[in-house]
């Protein structure tokens, strides 16, 4: 329970990190640039405000490793589930 | 599992085989299984929207500024509840609160934004599930999180109330936790819907 390597300060710089990168996600979309390049890089950045959270917020960073486990166990079966949702004939690349 | 029990510094400290307490470890078990259940509904958005040549889209009818609000609010509310943890880590029990109840008030914020100017405006202008592909999509999963943001708010509001048990707060203080994990959930889950609905 006690986390004293994450103090209030880092928790106000994650916040700092986590509004600047929505920020630059919301500039980027209005960009006229590849949409495909768009989508690949702001979901590239919601993945990093995710792990952002897990990490200091969610205290995975320096909690028990089996719970970084539990935590990792779906993501492998989203990323499976996703190749195979990708790689159907019925989704148009 | 075995466990043992040992007061310190006002708090129970509870000692189990995993090293991590019980409740604890169901909350995370609990929010992969959460994990899954949004894959469900975003893996279904991802094959209607791909599998669409004429997707039809928001039309103009979703306000990124309002998108970028609500995202916003979630973030700060991410940051205010994890300083009421670290609050009740120094002991500082009126801080936990301020937070928590800053948290609280944030969450309700998100709701009255989805809600009362979002839901509210796709009404007025004859928008719903039922009018494409995309609005069907739109509801059920900005729905779903919202009950999810709902969920949270409730939790939260249970956890403050008992900081106002004296007595019982030492041995509950973990609930704060485990309100703060779920919450964290709720926010990393906008954190993609919000660009896949308003930004893509």
């Known amino acids: ?93 | 599992m075995s466990t043992a029990h040992a007061a310190t510094a006002g708090h129970v400290q509870t000692t189990t085989a995993t090293g991590i307490p019980n409740g604890k470890l169901g909350m995370w078990v609990f929010l992969a299984s959460e994990v899954m259940f949004f894959t469900g509904l975003i893996g279904a958005y991802i094959v209607l929207r791909m599998g669409n040549p004429a997707w039809p889209g928001s039309d103009g009818h979703l306000s990124v500024p309002l998108g970028t609000a609500n995202t916003f609010i979630l973030l700060c509310s991410s940051a205010t509840v994890v300083l009421a943890l670290g609050a009740d880590q120094e002991g500082a029990i009126a801080n936990v609160r301020g937070w928590l109840l800053m948290t609280i008030l944030l969450g309700l914020a998100f709701l009255g934004i989805k809600i009362g100017v979002e839901y509210a405006s796709k009404i007025e202008h004859h928008i719903f599930p039922s009018t494409n592909v995309f609005w069907s999509c739109y509801y059920t999963l900005t729905g779903f999180h919202g009950l999810h943001v709902l969920a949270g708010v409730i939790f939260n509001l249970w956890v403050l109330a008992t900081t106002f048990n004296g007595s019982a707060w030492p041995d509950q203080h973990r609930r704060l936790e485990f309100a703060g994990l779920y919450w964290h959930f709720v926010d990393i889950v906008w954190l993609f819907l919000f660009p896949l609905l308003y930004l893509f």
């Open chain 1, 1 to 93: 329970m006690t986390h004293p390597a994450s103090g209030t300060r880092t928790y106000l710089a994650i916040w700092v990190w986590l509004a600047g990168l929505m920020l630059l996600s919301v500039v980027l979309a209005q960009l006229a640039i590849s949409k495909t390049a768009i989508v690949l890089i702001v979901l590239g950045l919601s993945t990093i405000k995710a792990l952002l959270v897990a990490l200091y917020y969610m205290h995975l960073k320096i909690d028990r490793r089996l719970l970084t486990f539990i935590a990792l166990v779906p993501f492998i079966i989203v990323l499976f589930a996703l190749g195979v949702l990708c790689s159907s004939r019925f989704v148009r690349l």
